[in-house]
């Protein structure tokens, strides 16, 4: 039996993939761990009802909250204990301008703490829990390169002010593709601890491509920009839930710190993706922020 984990499946990318894992075979045990689990359940009953594998669960997780990840883990630990075949770090919010500023219940910007943070502390709690060869892949997105204006330059600004914006930033839509950009520094810099550590454990990059049941809560005239300025970056949920399923299944990733997009190869990143100083500073500042440095 192989158990893969996928958060925030109970719709889109994350609830298509565990359909097509669950349908390719019985030995499969897919856990869908999910914030609402009333929807999760409904997606579960789904996904038996149309692939006839019965071995799909629930587990309650809300990536936002630090207490949630851990009561999480502690959950698995006492009462799942398989070795995870994969963790697939789906569950994920967007931005939308002119709203209140949102804070999680550690007091961080709620899309660094549920894109990022969250993720970033099951990984770690979950690490030793993988198969020996298990895989984590986080769901990454061509907005951690964000088209921009002519003139305009998409820089890091540094770890706390992603986490803890000022008012101005707290309204600003880049928030999303910074978020991003922390999915892609965490996959390079994990995969370098991994390796230092001899691990054979994979951590990998995937990106879907933009998909409307991604970002419900993005204006209309945030798709009609990029859909001028940057046609390419859109995806198809089919073709995107199938390659991303086929990684999990198959013996195709052989290696870390790779970012495959929208199939099963790969692609570079930004370059300012590339930046080691900025991702050795997200990943200690992430340590400080859920408490593994202590």
């Given amino acids: 039996m192989k158990t893969v984990i996928i958060t925030g499946a109970n719709q889109g990318l994350g609830f298509e993939t565990a359909k097509k894992i669950a349908a390719k075979s019985n030995d ?6 999910c914030r609402n689990i009333e929807r999760a359940e409904k997606a579960k009953d789904q996904i038996i009802n149309e692939t006839k594998n019965p071995n799909i669960s629930v587990m309650i997780l809300d990536t936002s909250s630090l207490k949630s990840v851990r009561e999480f883990v502690e959950n698995y630990r006492q009462n799942k204990k398989e070795p995870i075949h994969a963790l697939i770090c789906n569950a994920g919010i967007s931005s939308k301008s002119n709203t209140a500023k949102q804070v999680s219940k550690d007091g961080f910007d709620i899309i660094f703490a549920t894109n990022h943070l969250g993720h970033f502390l099951l990984c770690n709690l979950m690490l030793p829990f993988m198969e020996k060869r298990g895989k984590i892949i986080s769901i990454a997105s061509d907005m951690h390169d964000p088209p921009v204006k ?3 330059k998409f820089e890091w600004l540094g770890v706390e002010p992603i986490a803890h914006p000022n008012d101005e930033m707290a309204m600003d839509r880049s928030r999303y593709s910074y978020s991003k950009l922390c999915n892609v520094y965490f996959v390079y810099e994990f995969a370098k601890i991994l390796k230092e550590k001899n691990s054979e454990v994979t951590v990998n990059a995937f990106n879907p491509g ?3 049941t991604n970002f419900t809560d993005i204006e209309p005239k945030i798709f009609e920009f990029i859909r001028i300025n940057a046609p390419h970056r859109y995806g198809d949920l089919e073709k995107s839930s199938s390659s991303l399923a086929e990684l999990i299944y198959s013996d195709l990733i052989q290696s870390s710190g790779n970012y495959y ?3 099963t190869s790969t692609v570079k990143t930004s370059e300012l993706s590339y930046n080691e ?5 997200l990943w200690d500042k992430s340590l400080e922020y859920t408490g593994l440095n202590v």
């Fill in 150 to 152: 002519e003139g305009q």
């Fill in 28 to 33: 499969f045990n897919v856990i869908l761990a």
């Fill in 261 to 263: 997009d929208r199939s």
């Fill in 277 to 281: 100083k900025n991702a050795k500073e």
């Fill in 210 to 212: 933009l998909m409307k």
